[in-house]
């Protein structure tokens, strides 16, 4: 199917889409925006504090990220057995993702605890590795409570409830700056905890917006036929390990990209911390942009699930074309976006100088980055919706691990660039993570038409 405003059937897809992806983009980058709002006000606390909350990101990011890979499988599947009213299959699901969680929730908050002892063995600053302590102390006690939103977030969207997805992410941004205010700089009601309040904030906003979640879940028409087939008891066996199948080498090519980032992240801090922040401030708006085509990836999953259940494989493959035209128009302006709104973006830091301006450079690379990291989450995301996981994990790891990695060390320290050379080296993983799903996306939606 070609992009074509003449074919009903590519109108109808495009409408569609922008239906369902218009919330989902909102509530990505308002989502997000909870990270640049802890981001910006840290760093007016200085330099050290901006760079001790990147280091601590960047690990949590890695448990996090691979967190989402696996839950990521639900929302597709929930949508194809609502449509095929395979109701109690659902509730199989949601029960295996509460395991994932309960399994795992504990082990990593228990590691990000010990954070200053394993910072250092990532080549950190003591000042550095301070901060990033500071923040872990509260922050390691939401890690529960993440897992249970991306729960949440996966049944209701795979339900087709994607207006709560906006509505919580405008929610979540608005509450986070009021207790940011407070607990990062301190006010008439509670005196100022530094690094340290950014997380207390972030707590407090979980446990309000998983109680409105829960509400929605308890209360949600589209969910009407999934309550009543649910019941608290352990998942049925084989949908549990059927979920961890497809969910785990999900999990693990995320894990791999993120190691990707976080090893980039850790090279630069070995650096200078003053690189660092640099860093941080670029990886925020390249992330803040990142959220459209994700946005857009994720409902583009949700609607394959129900192609597959109604249309079929020979649909799909028609449709997946049409949706990669729309992912590179938007990031042609994204890049844009990045090149032109870039100097207002790192005002808003008040950075020092020197950071300023090695941040302008960086962003440079972004645009070209973006392009090619929104093609990368669409083909990953329909190949999550195929169940074909097990193949993009291979590539993922080749990618990132087997390549990235060392063309960011070769880059960046070998030859000499510094930073401007991780970066190139990223940029480069990226591009060749985003062909090979491409290749791989175009063999199996072939072999299924």
Same mark, same amino acid.
């Given at each position: 199917?070609?992009?074509?405003?003449?074919?009903?059937?590519?109108?109808?897809?495009?409408?569609?889409?922008?239906?369902?992806?218009?919330?989902?983009?909102?509530?990505?980058?308002?989502?997000?925006?909870?990270?640049?709002?802890?981001?910006?006000?840290?760093?007016?606390?200085?330099?050290?504090?901006?760079?001790?909350?990147?280091?601590?990101?960047?690990?949590?990011?890695?448990?996090?990220?691979?967190?989402?890979?696996?839950?990521?499988?639900?929302?597709?599947?929930?949508?194809?057995?609502?449509?095929?009213?395979?109701?109690?299959?659902?509730?199989?699901?949601?029960?295996?993702?509460?395991?994932?969680?309960?399994?795992?929730?504990?082990?990593?908050?228990?590691?990000?605890?010990?954070?200053?002892?394993?910072?250092?063995?990532?080549?950190?600053?003591?000042?550095?590795?301070?901060?990033?302590?500071?923040?872990?102390?509260?922050?390691?006690?939401?890690?529960?409570?993440?897992?249970?939103?991306?729960?949440?977030?996966?049944?209701?969207?795979?339900?087709?409830?994607?207006?709560?997805?906006?509505?919580?992410?405008?929610?979540?941004?608005?509450?986070?700056?009021?207790?940011?205010?407070?607990?990062?700089?301190?006010?008439?009601?509670?005196?100022?905890?530094?690094?340290?309040?950014?997380?207390?904030?972030?707590?407090?906003?979980?446990?309000?917006?998983?109680?409105?979640?829960?509400?929605?879940?308890?209360?949600?028409?589209?969910?009407?036929?999934?309550?009543?087939?649910?019941?608290?008891?352990?998942?049925?066996?084989?949908?549990?390990?059927?979920?961890?199948?497809? #969910? /785990?080498? *999900? $999990?693990?090519? %995320? &894990?791999? =990209?993120?190691?990707?980032?976080?090893?980039? @992240?850790?090279?630069?801090?070995?650096?200078?911390?003053?690189?660092?922040?640099?860093?941080?401030?670029?990886?925020?708006?390249?992330?803040?942009?990142?959220?459209?085509?994700?946005?857009?990836?994720?409902?583009? #999953? /949700?609607? *394959? $699930?129900?192609? %597959? &259940?109604? =249309?079929?494989?020979?649909?799909?493959?028609? @449709?997946?074309?049409?949706?990669?035209?729309?992912?590179?128009?938007?990031?042609?302006?994204?890049?844009?976006?990045?090149?032109?709104?870039?100097?207002?973006?790192?005002?808003?830091?008040?950075?020092?100088?020197?950071?300023?301006?090695?941040?302008?450079? %960086?962003?440079?690379?972004?645009?070209?980055?973006?392009?090619?990291?929104?093609?990368?989450?669409?083909?990953?995301?329909?190949?999550?919706?195929?169940?074909?996981?097990?193949?993009?994990?291979?590539?993922?790891?080749?990618?990132?691990?087997?390549?990235?990695?060392?063309?960011?060390?070769?880059?960046?320290?070998?030859?000499?660039?510094?930073?401007?050379?991780?970066?190139?080296?990223?940029?480069?993983?990226?591009?060749?993570?985003?062909?090979?799903?491409?290749?791989?996306?175009?063999?199996?939606?072939?072999?299924?038409?």
């Amino acid at each position: 199917m070609q992009l074509n405003l003449r074919n009903p059937n590519a109108l109808f897809e495009l409408k569609k889409i922008a239906s369902m992806s218009w919330p989902m983009v909102l509530g990505q980058m308002l989502f997000f925006s909870v990270v640049l709002t802890d981001n910006m006000m840290v760093g007016r606390l200085g330099t050290a504090e901006l760079a001790g909350l990147a280091a601590a990101m960047s690990l949590f990011s890695f448990f996090n990220v691979t967190s989402i890979g696996i839950f990521a499988v639900a929302a597709p599947q929930y949508a194809k057995n609502r449509q095929q009213e395979n109701h109690d299959l659902n509730v199989d699901i949601f029960l295996s993702s509460l395991s994932v969680v309960a399994l795992f929730s504990a082990p990593i908050g228990i590691l990000l605890l010990f954070s200053r002892s394993i910072l250092p063995l990532l080549g950190q600053p003591d000042i550095t590795v301070h901060y990033a302590g500071e923040y872990f102390d509260v922050f390691a006690y939401s890690v529960p409570l993440y897992g249970l939103w991306y729960v949440f977030r996966q049944l209701t969207e795979g339900h087709g409830n994607f207006g709560f997805t906006g509505v919580s992410g405008l929610l979540t941004f608005v509450l986070n700056i009021v207790f940011n205010y407070h607990f990062i700089f301190g006010s008439d009601l509670v005196g100022g905890q530094g690094v340290r309040g950014a997380a207390i904030a972030t707590f407090l906003v979980m446990i309000i917006v998983l109680s409105l979640h829960l509400l929605v879940i308890l209360k949600d028409a589209r969910l009407k036929s999934f309550r009543k087939a649910f019941c608290f008891r352990l998942p049925d066996k084989s949908a549990f390990f059927s979920f961890l199948r497809v #969910g /785990v080498p *999900s $999990g693990g090519g %995320l &894990a791999a =990209e993120l190691s990707f980032f976080v090893v980039g @992240t850790m090279v630069v801090g070995y650096i200078s911390y003053k690189d660092l922040a640099a860093h941080q401030i670029a990886f925020n708006m390249m992330a803040f942009l990142y959220m459209i085509p994700l946005g857009l990836a994720i409902a583009c #999953g /949700v609607r *394959s $699930g129900e192609i %597959l &259940a109604n =249309e079929g494989k020979e649909y799909l493959y028609k @449709t997946v074309k049409m949706w990669t035209g729309v992912i590179a128009f938007t990031q042609v302006f994204t890049g844009l976006f990045c090149f032109f709104g870039g100097p207002f973006f790192i005002s808003l830091y008040n950075p020092e100088p020197s950071v300023a301006k090695l941040t302008q450079n %960086l962003l440079l690379i972004t645009c070209f980055l973006l392009f090619g990291d929104g093609l990368l989450i669409l083909f990953s995301i329909i190949l999550r919706a195929c169940k074909d996981t097990v193949a993009s994990f291979y590539r993922l790891v080749f990618s990132f691990m087997l390549l990235g990695i060392p063309l960011m060390l070769l880059f960046g320290l070998s030859l000499g660039f510094g930073t401007i050379g991780v970066w190139m080296g990223k940029c480069l993983g990226i591009w060749i993570a985003a062909l090979l799903l491409f290749f791989r996306t175009r063999t199996v939606l072939r072999q299924r038409a």
